[in-house]
């Protein structure tokens, strides 16, 4: 079963808006990791965040984390054709010593031209 | 460098046929995952390799899937006796140490199943 959940499950934009997505997860974790999956690259890690960091960077990657909501959302500015995608947040319980990792349903993003 | 990859990457199998899939992680990789997507959703895990010690298989979904890793390189996830439910696509990654949800995972493209 999926312990993520991505909201909303699909958002339409267009070009040089920013994009916002949210995740909520149950257990306590490790960190909370951002992929993005198109078809022509298939899933790529974006941005990892781990349980004692609130705020990180990448690019236009802007990641939040919350561990007393147990929520994290993703902020992608200026978006651009090219981040048409789905992305999906996924957590390493902080009890399975690495060796599990739960996906969310994701987001389907489209940004329009 | 070379990535993930992953063999066959289209499979299409008759009902009640057994199926092996091939995956060949990052070379010096330790970890290594497998996951099972289907259509409109999230990768579910299946089972996580560290070497060639399988520690975590709790996602197989019954005993008719099998995963090694005999030497800690390239694993290979069979399904025997195959259904329609089994259809998805199915995704390797690898990670370069040990305890590898603690750190970036590399997808390899995955290998399409399709069940008739």
């Known amino acids: 079963s999926q312990q993520g959940e991505e909201d909303p499950q699909a958002l339409s934009i267009q070009e040089g808006e920013n994009a916002t997505m949210n995740c909520s997860y149950k257990t306590s974790i490790n960190n909370l990791q951002w992929y993005r999956q198109n078809s022509g690259r298939g899933l790529v890690h974006l941005i990892l965040i781990r349980s004692n960091e609130r705020e990180k960077h990448s690019g236009r990657l802007r990641v939040t984390l919350d561990t007393s909501k147990k929520s994290s959302s993703l902020l992608i500015t200026a978006s651009r054709a090219a981040d048409t995608a789905s992305y999906f947040c996924a957590t390493a319980p902080r009890d399975n010593y690495g060796q599990n990792f739960v996906f969310g349903p994701g987001t389907r993003l489209s940004v329009l031209p | 460098g070379a990535g993930v990859s992953q063999s066959p990457r289209y499979k299409v199998a008759k009902r009640g046929q057994d199926v092996a899939l091939r995956c060949d992680p990052i070379?010096?990789?330790?970890?290594l995952f497998w996951y099972q997507q289907a259509l409109g959703q999230g990768p579910e895990f299946l089972t996580y390799f560290q070497n060639e010690a399988q520690l975590d298989k709790s996602g197989l979904p019954s005993d008719r899937f099998f995963a090694e890793r005999p030497e800690g390189s390239v694993s290979t996830l069979k399904i025997q006796r195959t259904q329609q439910e089994d259809s998805a696509v199915y995704l390797c990654a690898s990670s370069l140490a040990r305890g590898g949800s603690y750190n970036e995972q590399f997808f390899g493209p995955g290998t399409r199943l399709t069940v008739l």
């Open positions: 070379s010096g990789h330790v970890s």
